[in-house]
Nanobody
Framework: QVQLVESGGGLVQAGGSLRLSCAAS?????MAWFRQAPGKEREFVAA????????YYAESVKGRFTISRDNTKNTVYLQMNSLKPEDTAVYYC???????????????WGQGTQVTVSS
């Protein structure tokens, strides 16, 4: 059983930046970030392999968001730049899945952290 704890969410103006962190209680392999806005389905944001060599992004965040990891700390990060109001959502960290798979294929989830971008 892997426990995931996210941090780093908050309120930021459009064009600003935030860095999310997700600390895992044990070794994980592929990890990912998803987000869910009110009234919408949970959507994929970014994913990274254990080695960090394989990275995937949703088209909507390419060029603005960067996923990375520090395996010595069992932590994955999501650096979010040039934030837009449409990025407002609860952001969830996930582990135990396969790169490129949808939310239903990931076994472990954090509690989520709120990101609000004001216009």
């Amino acid at each position: 059983q892997v426990q995931l704890v996210e941090s780093g969410g908050g309120l930021v103006q459009a064009g600003g930046s935030l860095r999310l962190s997700c600390a895992a209680s044990g070794r994980t392999y592929a990890m990912a970030w998803f987000r869910q806005a009110p009234g919408k389905e949970r959507e994929f944001v970014a994913a990274i392999s254990w080695s960090g060599r394989n990275i995937y992004y949703a088209e909507s965040v390419k060029g603005r968001f960067t996923i990375s990891r520090d395996n010595t700390k069992n932590t994955v990060y999501l650096q979010m730049n040039s934030l837009k109001p449409e990025d407002t959502a609860v952001y969830y960290c996930a582990a135990g899945g396969t790169l490129g798979s949808g939310s239903s294929a990931w076994d472990y989830w954090g509690q989520g952290t709120q990101v609000t971008v004001s216009s």
